[in-house]
């Protein structure tokens, strides 16, 4: 579906994720929802409403298409969002708890 550019071009290494406790590599400082777009299923969350999963769409912020939970933290929009070495990612199901919700 998606593909990534040559990272020789970009020169800024790489690291290592945990994607629903799977290990992904990313290039460092890469968005979470590039990631996603590239890492089966291919989708970031599922509605709250009808469980219909979601992946991320306009990549800059706006749509809240990409909203997966980080680190613990939930409804973190992934376009926004770079990955860094260690960090462990969610797709986030349905409704999330309000406990954990960024206010960002």
Same mark, same amino acid.
């Given at each position: ?28 400082? %890469?968005?979470?929802?590039? @990631?996603?777009? =590239? &890492? ?5 969350? *599922?509605?709250?409403?009808? +469980? ?12 809240? %298409?990409?909203?997966?939970? @980080?680190?613990? =933290? &939930? ?5 926004? *969002?770079?990955?860094?070495? +260690? ?18």
């Amino acid at each position: 579906m998606f593909r990534k550019l040559d990272v020789s071009e970009l020169g800024k290494g790489t690291v290592s994720i945990t994607i629903d406790g799977l290990p992904v590599a990313a290039d460092k400082d %890469e968005a979470v929802a590039a @990631v996603l777009l =590239r &890492t089966p299923p291919f989708t970031a969350r *599922t509605s709250p409403i009808s +469980g219909a999963k979601r992946a991320p769409f306009c990549m800059m912020g706006a749509c809240f %298409e990409c909203l997966v939970e @980080v680190d613990g =933290r &939930t409804s973190m929009r992934g376009c926004m *969002t770079p990955v860094r070495d +260690g960090m462990v990612i969610h797709r986030q199901a349905g409704r999330p708890d309000p406990v954990g919700v960024s206010e960002a």
